[in-house]
C-alpha cells in the first residue's frame, strides 16, 4: 500500500499535485482542510466548532483532527493507498498517524516536501482566493497559516526524516515539471 504524505505551506501546491497523484496512483486524497470546510458547509457540531478555529486563524485540536482523518480512511477499505495533505500538522498527529496504520498493518511510504518560498506562497494565494473565495486565504488569516507552518507544522519533518521517509522537492516551476519530480520521489521510496 502506497501512503503520502504531501507536505508544504499553505499554498504550496499540494491540492494540485494531489489531484494528478490521485489519478497516475489511484490513492484517496485526505485532506484535512476540505473534510474540516464540509463539516462546516454541513453546519456539523464540529464543523462549528471547527469554524471558530478556523476563523481565527488557530489549529484545530489534534484529537478532533485524527478523529476525523480516521474515520475517512476507515470509509475507504479498498484503497490502494492513501494522499495526506495538511496532516499531520503536528508531532503528535504523525505518531497518532503512524500508530493508526500500524493497527492496520501499514505505515506511511514516505513524505513529500514541496519547498516554496513565502513571497511565492502570497502570491499564489491571492490569485487562488479570486477564484475560490476561501475564508481562509483572507491575508490576515493567511499570515497566520504561514506562521503556523513555519513555526510549528515543519517541525514534523524531523519526525520522519528519523526515519528515512522524507524527499524535499522544488515546488516553484512549472506544474508538470514538479509533478514529474513529485513521482520520480515516490517511486524511490
Avoid at 489511484?26 to 471547527?50: C, P, W
Avoid at 478555529?53 to 492513501?82: H, M, Y
Amino acid at each position: 500500500m502506497l501512503n503520502i504524505v504531501l507536505f508544504g505551506p499553505p499554498g504550496a501546491g499540494k491540492g494540485t499535485q494531489s489531484s494528478k497523484l490521485i489519478e497516475k496512483y489511484q490513492l484517496v486524497h485526505i485532506s484535512t482542510g476540505d473534510l474540516f470546510r464540509a463539516h462546516i458547509k454541513n453546519e456539523t457540531e464540529i464543523g462549528k466548532k471547527v469554524k471558530s478555529l478556523i476563523d481565527n486563524g488557530i489549529l484545530v485540536p489534534d484529537s478532533v483532527t485524527i478523529d476525523i482523518l480516521e474515520e475517512e480512511v476507515k470509509k475507504n477499505p479498498q484503497a490502494k493507498g492513501f494522499i495526506f495533505d495538511g496532516f499531520p500538522r503536528t508531532v503528535t498527529q504523525a505518531e497518532a498517524l503512524d500508530a493508526f496504520l500500524e493497527s492496520k498493518n501499514q505505515e506511511i511510504t514516505g513524505v513529500v516536501q514541496l519547498d516554496v518560498n513565502e513571497d511565492e506562497l502570497k502570491s499564489r494565494i491571492a490569485e487562488r482566493k479570486k477564484i475560490s473565495g476561501r475564508a481562509d486565504d483572507d491575508e490576515d488569516k493567511l499570515i497566520k497559516r504561514i506562521e503556523e507552518y513555519f513555526s510549528k507544522t515543519i517541525h514534523v519533518l524531523p519526525y520522519y526524516q528519523n526515519q528515512g521517509k522524507v524527499k524535499k522537492i522544488n515546488g516553484i516551476g512549472n506544474i508538470e515539471e514538479i509533478f514529474n519530480n513529485v513521482c520520480a520521489s515516490i517511486e524511490a521510496f
